[in-house]
């Protein structure tokens, strides 16, 4: 419902639960506290962002692109320290320019040199250039073709959940049985080669759950039982991380309503992200160790149940189910390789006594005062403590 | 009797380059271009100076050069590295290694010369 009206409107989702202006004055305050000497007056945040909001506006914005660009020279500089074959081309180049610097100062000098190794030197400089110009043009060529990748900022997972962002996280073709490679060469056009082979894994581990778990049988079982995945667990038989990426890629509409997903792999790293209003999962940076995702970890096996609500908010709780398992097969002598999935629907008011843990996106913008998992100062005023 | 000069390095004409304008300070200077073999190519020559690279075909450089630091025959051999990656890291890993100079290419001729010459005469007060 909310998302419809959303969409009906063209805003964000969070605008109609928290505001356009509470999102603004986030931005604000997070753009206000990064930035080094700052002196921006914090305590007058709301009054800026409520008298001038275009400008406030065009400062959130200029914030977000700065830290898309940041992210950009970091994966830039990191490919420059770790990229094998950046590495060897520029050795390459390099050792070429020496040999040529060398051969040439000795023919420089006004000292008599012997013909014999004037000629030498000379047919040196002379293969070595021809080297130095093949060489920088492979090195272009190499630059040119992974530049396109880098300057969209996003990382080859960002451009995957955009994709999946823009079909509603939902693939009918799929869901008919259409083979993931055919699909895959009609959304793959703009990618990077990266981003390709990320989305082709996608989409085969979509086609595998749609070939386990037919879409109508799943509909029929949230029609009975909501967005439970241990229900679908019961009934159909499946393992609970396929139970969960199934529901959340119900379309829109479906009975249970909307269902959010974040996977992350052993170290942490999200590497799905199927947003809610209620639950917004930050592309950059690091998360809130207080999901119920990250505790999955180290309970494996073990669904968790959680109810869990972003402090500071009104409302807006989900029920989010938590399981890490392995990604892998079993291997003798091996440890498995373990993956974490975290469901996540709105949930209403709260069942009998239970407790809703209070999470944050990241500390910095988290309300929560007290936490244990606080890992810098938030940014919101005097409403959080200034650290652990 | 003239100071004998190590090279190992894989590059031809950077050998030649070197080569040369060694010689012609009147060094002797032998070459080698490989990795694996460079620790026993040490062994019988003998030199009173050695300059390595660092990327070598089978062996690299830092590796070289921990070995023959544990050798106690040439444990105190003055060690010059050549590198194409001049960034500090690489710096300290052969400073670790007990490197004596270290030199990122591409470098001058005068350069080499000058931290050759000190080498061959030993650090300050000791020569």
Redesign the interface.
Known sequence: MLLDLAEILKVEPSMLTEGAEAALIASLREAASTTRGSTAELDRVDEFAGRFPGWARLLAEARGRIETLERSVETLSDRLAHDPQL?EA??EM??T???????A??LNEPEEIDPD?QR??HR?IH??SARLAESSRSLVSYLEAEGKAASESGTPQEEVTAIFEGEGYHFPALEAGQAPEALAAELEADLSDNARALLLRALRTYAEDAAALPLAAVLEAVAAEGADPLALVRRLGCDPARAMRRLAALPAGAPCGPVGLAVCDASGALTFRKPLPEFPVPRFGADCPLWPLFPALSRPMTVLSRRVQFAGRQGGAVRAFAVAQPASLPQANRDPIFEAHMMFTPEGSARGGEETEQVGVTCRICARSGCPARREPSLLGDVAERGP | MSKHVLLIEDEPNIIEAISFILSREGLAVETHSDGTTANEKLRGAHPDLLILDVMLPGKSGYDILRELRADPATAALPVLMLTARGQSRDREMAEREGVSAFMSKPFANSEMLDTVRSLLNGPPGNA
């Open positions: 590495a520029l050795h390099l050792s320019v020496t040999a040529i610097r060398s051969a100062s000795i190794w030498r030197f040196n293969e070595d």
